[in-house]
């Protein structure tokens, strides 16, 4: 599975777009692009994940770069509640046989502020 | 709710004696996983299953057995924990196939070898 590339933290304003960048310039062609989020030691959650489209849920929205090297998750309106380590992953998907294994990294350390 | 129940939260031990951490999962997902996340190296499988009698090993399985008795259930055996094994476990269950989203993870269960 490929790595990816994360800033260690970022800061955002309550109320303002939180845009979170991920470098996963070795991915492969089936290698799909997920979002979790971790809150305090708590059970990361799942928020989004794609293969080539840009990806919108009620979470966040993912914008995957024409080459797939990159991609962006933004959280539109970033709350209190939204601080949190944001980690992107990227691996193989859909697949009978397939570890679901998820390499994980450490994660960019989200800041909402007042 | 869809859910997946860890037990217990918190764990604190006597090296050598032998602990199972609980698992369950009511969204009859076919695939579990069992992870650690420790300070510095992110989450790591220890163990995953594809389905009911169908283990295998992860990342760092040494020092833990699992069992898949029933769809529902994947605990986590230490069955002589060591100090090394202190960690915050994590268990996650997905679907497979083409319904597959993302995991979703248990609460985490504190462990803590003395």
């Known amino acids: 599975d490929a790595k990816t590339t994360q800033p260690t933290s970022m800061d955002c304003a309550e109320g303002r777009a939180a845009n979170l960048p991920c470098n996963h310039s070795?991915?492969?062609?089936?290698?799909?692009v997920y979002w979790y989020r971790q809150i305090h030691s708590q059970g990361p959650q799942y928020i989004i994940h794609?293969?080539?489209?840009?990806e919108t849920n009620e979470m966040a929205s993912l914008i995957i770069t024409e080459d797939r090297k990159s991609s962006t998750l933004i959280l539109p309106h970033a709350t209190l509640r939204d601080t949190a380590v944001y980690y992107c992953?990227?691996?193989?998907?859909?697949?009978?046989?397939?570890?679901?294994?998820?390499?994980w990294g450490l994660g960019t350390s989200l800041a909402v502020n007042p | 709710e869809a859910q997946v129940t860890q037990n217990p939260r918190y764990l604190i031990t006597v090296t050598g004696k032998k602990l199972t951490v609980t698992c369950s999962q009511n969204?009859?997902?076919?695939?579990m996983s069992w992870y650690r996340q420790d300070p510095g190296l992110g989450l790591r499988q220890i163990y995953y299953?594809?389905?009911?009698?169908?283990?295998d090993k992860g990342d760092v399985p040494e020092g833990y057995k699992v069992s898949r008795k029933e769809k529902r259930n994947f605990p986590l055996i230490l069955e002589s924990p060591s100090p090394n094994q202190t960690s915050l476990y994590f268990c996650?269950?997905?679907?497979?196939?083409?319904?597959?989203?993302?995991?979703?993870f248990g609460s985490g269960t504190r462990l803590t070898v003395v």
């Open positions: 996650a269950s997905s679907l497979l196939g083409t319904g597959e989203r993302g995991y979703t």
């Open positions: 969204m009859n997902h076919e695939y």
């Open positions: 299953s594809m389905n009911v009698e169908v283990t």
């Open positions: 070795t991915i492969s062609g089936n290698e799909y």
């Open positions: 794609g293969l080539k489209n840009n």
């Open positions: 992953i990227v691996r193989v998907g859909r697949g009978a046989g397939n570890n679901r294994k998820l390499i």
